[in-house]
């Protein structure tokens, strides 16, 4: 196979994955983001949270919310758990990894906020943990997972949200991750602000 060869067929199976996450996800996408906005009428804020490039994925998110998205909006609360260096290396070094994200989620954490909680596979053990914190402040979580959902969705209340891309290719889980995360932007806005 050429390199050419190789880029088309990188094309070809995200647009296929697409297709297939276009014929299953839409409702629970407009559900996820029917939750986003209940929360954040309440006065709530949405934490979140991913590894690598999912961490990437939750500070798209949290940054396209605090400042905007397509149009000109005020600023909407979100917090990515993933951008302090020193919260997370002194968790890391006094406590576990496991723990960066649920020691953050246990004192920020409220009742009205939910956790974004992003995982191509949904076996991070460090989101899991994000997911019982969650859990014991009474959050709602919106899942964005992988594969076969991983632990992850094992430990998800009946309240919670899973969006899981139906893909074992980590690559193309990430790419619709992102597309997700434009679509719950995109229906924030139009619901909080008028339809443009």
Same mark, same amino acid.
């Given at each position: ?19 297939? +996450? ?46 905007? !998205? ?30 960066? !994200? ?8 409220? +009742? ?12 991070? +053990? ?71």
């Amino acid at each position: 196979m050429t390199l050419h060869d190789r880029i088309i067929e990188s094309f070809t199976t995200s647009i296929e994955t697409k297709q297939q +996450a276009m014929a299953s996800l839409p409702p629970i996408i407009e559900q996820a983001s029917e939750m986003m906005v209940h929360c954040l009428l309440s006065e709530g804020k949405i934490l979140s949270c991913g590894n690598g490039g999912s961490a990437g994925d939750a500070q798209h998110f949290s940054s396209e919310m605090l400042n905007r !998205f397509e149009r000109e909006r005020p600023s909407l609360p979100a917090i990515a758990l993933t951008t302090d260096t020193s919260t997370l290396t002194s968790i890391a070094n006094d406590y576990s990894y496991n723990e960066v !994200f649920s020691k953050q989620i246990r004192a920020l954490g409220q +009742a009205q906020d939910i956790l974004l909680a992003i995982s191509t596979s949904g076996n991070s +053990a460090n989101i899991v943990q994000a997911i019982q914190a969650a859990h014991d402040r009474e959050m709602h979580v919106i899942a964005l997972t992988g594969k076969e959902g991983g632990n992850m969705a094992s430990i998800l209340s009946a309240e919670d949200i899973e969006i899981r891309v139906p893909s074992y290719t980590t690559a193309r889980i990430q790419e619709v991750h992102l597309l997700v995360i434009h679509c719950l932007c995109d229906l924030i806005d139009q619901q909080l602000f008028g339809y443009e």
